[in-house]
């Protein structure tokens, strides 16, 4: 047993091609967050976890850790899901979950978003909507009344997060993917029992479906077979979901094949918030209106069942090109100056 030991013992056990328990992991976690290792320590036990696969029981304790120790918000009278990839994919694109929680929010399914600044990306979601004019609260009323009007509301991670604190400026001067990004769609505050989530590798989807299945959760876990945490429209990808496994590609749902470069990000919050305004308003490229109703109809479908995927595709896109979308974001920007005020 490593239980409260100190750091150099902990890596020497993982060193020798050891992990970590359930219990263990959830307790280094635990020392972690509340300061007890200094930044070189951090950065050392982060390095293990990029130079070889993460357990699904070290996954499970690092997740149990987190949602401890985060500040919880109650949600469930509105039945919220979640659209939130894991990050860390290195392909740096737009904000392409974030809009579609809108375009899901705006067919009058509760979202309870979940987001960060980026990290291993140029802009992370909680950049684009904060540049935008977006506020971010914990205050429980604020999130409900949001939720309420407007069908979404965001849970800012490091708000809810506070043990992650000191966590943070490491992740940030490491610049690359760490077993944070993979926690951090299964860490909302909420505790949302509906979820679409998109991890950057086809082992991590079995990891995240195996952890969910211990769950209460409807879930849709996406991977594409290119490597994005999202349906990409660039290649093939896995679909893995409470009641079903499939492989499909774009035609499957009705829409072209793109190439990597039509879903770029635009490289700074200011072209990024650019690049998400027009989309939302229908101006977006079709390339982009196509990706982003890709992600949004899996979502719609996660929540809907009985929705045929190329019918939430369908309602994805003309929710954006109607601007329906669009009309939702700017009433919730203008409410939030309005209370402020």
């Not at 490091?158 to 299964?186: C, E, Q, S, Y």
Request: hydrophobic share 40%; glycine share 8%.
């Amino acid at each position: 047993m490593i239980l409260r030991k100190e750091m150099k013992e902990i890596l020497n056990h993982l060193f020798e091609h050891k992990t970590l328990t359930k219990e263990q992991a959830r307790e280094v976690l635990a020392d972690i967050t509340k300061g007890k290792y200094n930044q070189s320590q951090v950065s050392c036990f982060l390095t293990v976890f990029m130079m070889r696969s993460i357990t699904v029981e070290e996954l499970e304790g690092f997740r149990d850790a987190l949602l401890e120790l985060c500040h919880r918000v109650n949600l469930d009278a509105y039945n919220p899901i979640d659209l939130c990839g894991t990050g860390g994919d290195g392909k740096d694109t737009f904000n392409i979950s974030t809009l579609s929680s809108f375009v899901v929010a705006a067919n009058g399914v509760a979202v309870a978003k979940h987001g960060n600044y980026g990290v291993s990306s140029s802009c992370g979601s909680s950049n684009v909507l904060e540049a935008l004019g977006i506020k971010f609260t914990t205050d429980t009323d604020a999130l409900e009344r949001s939720i309420e009007k407007y069908n979404i509301c965001f849970l800012h991670a490091p708000l809810f997060h506070p043990a992650m604190k000191g966590v943070g400026a490491i992740r940030k001067d490491l610049g690359v993917k760490t077993f944070f990004n993979i926690l951090g769609p299964m860490v909302n505050p909420a505790f949302p029992k509906r979820q679409l989530v998109g991890v950057y590798s086809l082992e991590l989807a079995r990891m995240y479906s195996y952890l969910y299945q211990q769950t209460d959760t409807r879930y849709t876990i996406l991977h594409s077979l290119d490597g994005y945490d999202e349906v990409s429209l660039t290649s093939p990808f896995k679909v893995i979901s409470d009641s079903k496994e499939a492989l499909l590609d774009p035609a499957a749902l009705g829409l072209p094949t793109l190439m990597q470069e039509q879903i770029k990000g635009g490289g700074s919050i200011a072209s990024a918030a650019d690049i998400f305004l027009k989309v939302l308003k229908g101006e977006g490229t079709e390339a982009q209106t196509a990706v982003v109703s890709a992600n949004a109809a899996m979502a719609l479908q996660c929540a809907r069942p009985e929705l045929a995927l190329q019918e939430a595709v369908s309602i994805a896109k003309e929710t954006l090109e109607s601007g329906k979308a669009y009309q939702l974001f700017n009433s919730l920007v203008n409410d939030q100056k309005l209370v402020e005020a």
